[in-house]
T-cell receptor
């Protein structure tokens, strides 16, 4: 099946700093999503982005499908950005089943 | 927020007992999924449904069964719970079989098997 690798595994920032999270995948995809899992365990949809670039406030994401990677940018980080960020993909014949990466644990200090 | 609820939210049960988790949606989405989340493994698909009475296995389906008798409800059953099934279980919904549309997740159920 499709493999998903996220980097870095851990990231510690001071409030106000910028960061880039990366997601590499091993095959073509027809769905790619970024999620934020907050400290209470809730999975929050950030982006649905199988290709192209999107922005939502301080967050933006870019997926280069031909090169099999996606990037999540967080600017001017806040303590509320802390949590785990997951990339998840659906491969070409997986009928909607998401395969998750291991996640990036982000800690933002005040 | 997508209208997805899971019940119970927390459960402690003993090894060998049957357990049923419920996922309820108010979005009339066709596809529903059950995932489990464990440290070191991220989220993994257990079973999914592509319509009423239509279900299929995911990556980690052993020891689990599912049923979907109505569009809005998707049940996950552990026939005889084991300690290895201690986990957080998430339900998700989506519209498109091809995965072209977003999946939305419920709040999760924390299950402990003693």
């Amino acid at each position: 099946g499709i493999q998903v690798e996220q980097s870095p595994p851990d990231l510690i920032l001071q409030e106000g700093a910028n960061s880039t999270l990366r997601c590499n995948f091993s095959d073509s995809v027809n769905n790619l999503q970024w999620f934020h899992q907050n400290p209470w365990g809730q999975l929050i949809n950030l982006f649905y982005i199988p290709s192209g670039t999107k922005q939502n406030g301080r967050l933006s994401a870019t997926t280069v499908a031909t090169e099999r990677y996606s990037l999540l940018y967080i600017s001017s980080s806040q303590t509320t950005d802390s949590g785990v960020y997951f990339c998840a993909v659906t491969g070409g014949t997986s009928y909607g089943k998401l395969t998750f990466g291991q996640g990036t644990i982000l800690t933002v200090h005040p | 927020d997508a209208g997805i609820t899971q019940s119970p939210r927390h459960k402690v049960t003993e090894t060998g007992t049957p357990v049923t988790l419920r996922c309820h949606q108010t979005e009339n989405h066709r596809y529903m999924y059950w995932y489990r989340q464990d440290p070191g493994h991220g989220l993994r698909l257990i079973h999914y449904s592509y319509g009423v009475k239509d279900t299929d296995k995911g990556e980690v389906s052993d020891g689990y069964s599912v049923s979907r008798s109505k569009t809005e409800d998707f049940l996950l059953t552990l026939e005889s719970a084991t300690s290895s099934q201690t986990s957080v279980y998430f339900c998700a919904i989506s519209e498109s079989e091809a995965g072209a549309l977003e999946q939305y997740f419920g709040p999760g159920t924390r299950l402990t098997v003693t």
